[in-house]
């Protein structure tokens, strides 16, 4: 029983690493798109590249959140002291990531989904 749940936590937490993978990617590919397009419209202000930022910002911070979750799912099955350990460093380094990502998007209005999105 114990073998078949450490082969379910792997498992699952290969697959939230994966998400983390694609939110990261799509979160960069989006920012990429709408900063070359408005650079290339001579549109891109200070205001554009900072709700660009914004948006980028959040996949990343969404993308933590899904790391810490499959560090703790790989943890939770008979974790040694070592385990514990490395958890608990990686757990305070994203939250504190986390926490000043999320309070600097907070700072700049907000993520831009909740009014309008960067053109």
């Known amino acids: 029983m114990e073998e078949t749940l450490k082969i379910l936590s792997e498992t699952a ?4 690493e994966i998400v983390v993978v694609l ?3 799509v979160g960069g590919l989006r920012a990429i798109v709408l900063l070359a397009g408005n650079f290339v419209q001579s549109r891109l202000s200070i205001r554009t ?10 996949a990343i911070l969404l993308s933590l959140e899904f790391a810490l979750g499959a560090d703790i799912i790989r943890t939770a099955i008979a974790p040694t002291w070592d385990d514990i ?5 990686i757990a305070a380094i994203r939250t504190g990531l986390g926490f000043f990502l999320g309070r600097d998007i907070q700072e700049l209005g907000g993520h831009p989904l909740a009014e309008e999105r960067p053109e």
Not at 49 to 58: E, G, K, L, N, P
């Open 23 to 25: 939110v990261v990617l």
């Open 85 to 89: 350990g490395q958890l608990a460093a």
């Open 49 to 58: 590249a900072r709700a660009i930022w914004v948006d980028f910002a959040a």
């Open 13 to 16: 937490g290969l697959a939230l």
